[in-house]
C-alpha cells in the first residue's frame, strides 16, 4: 500500500515536500516512481529513483528543480519541489516497482498511491 501525502496550494517560485509512505512491500528492492496527471490527460513521468539510491531520472520539465529521494529505513519515498510553476498544477501519484527498474514508463509499475493534489498559484 502506497501512502502520498504533501501537496497544497503554493505560489510560483515555492516549494513543496511530496512524501510517500509504502507498507506490506520489501521497499528496499523496489524501484519507486513519481508521475503527474492532469485531467483528460496521459499520465506523465515525473522522477523515478532506484532501490540503492544510486540512479535518479527525471523529466526534461522537472530536470534541475526537483529531486526524488527515498529512506530505505522509512520506506518512504520523497520528491522535493522547488521553484513550482503554475504548469506543475495537477495530481501527483507515487508508484511501486517490484524489479528495481526504476522506469520512466507508467506501465512498469504495478502499485500507485492515491494521489496528492498541488495547485501552483501565479
Known amino acids: 500500500q502506497l501512502q502520498a501525502s504533501g501537496g497544497g496550494l503554493v505560489q510560483a517560485g515555492d516549494s513543496l515536500r511530496l512524501s510517500c509512505a509504502i507498507s506490506g512491500r520489501t521497499f528496499a528492492k523496489e524501484g519507486m516512481g513519481w508521475f503527474r496527471q492532469a485531467p483528460g490527460k496521459e499520465r506523465e513521468f515525473v522522477a523515478a529513483?532506484?532501490?540503492?539510491?544510486?540512479?535518479?531520472y527525471y523529466a526534461d520539465s522537472v530536470q534541475g528543480r526537483f529531486t526524488i529521494s527515498r529512506d530505505n529505513v522509512k520506506n518512504t519515498v520523497y520528491l522535493q519541489m522547488n521553484s513550482l510553476k503554475p504548469e506543475d498544477t495537477t495530481v501527483y501519484y507515487c508508484?511501486?516497482?517490484?524489479?528495481?527498474?526504476?522506469?520512466?514508463?507508467?506501465?512498469?509499475?504495478?502499485?500507485w498511491g492515491q494521489g496528492t493534489q498541488v495547485t501552483v498559484s501565479s
Open positions: 508508484a511501486a516497482e517490484r524489479y528495481g527498474a526504476s522506469s520512466r514508463f507508467a506501465w512498469n509499475y504495478d502499485s
Open positions: 529513483i532506484s532501490p540503492d539510491r544510486v540512479r535518479s
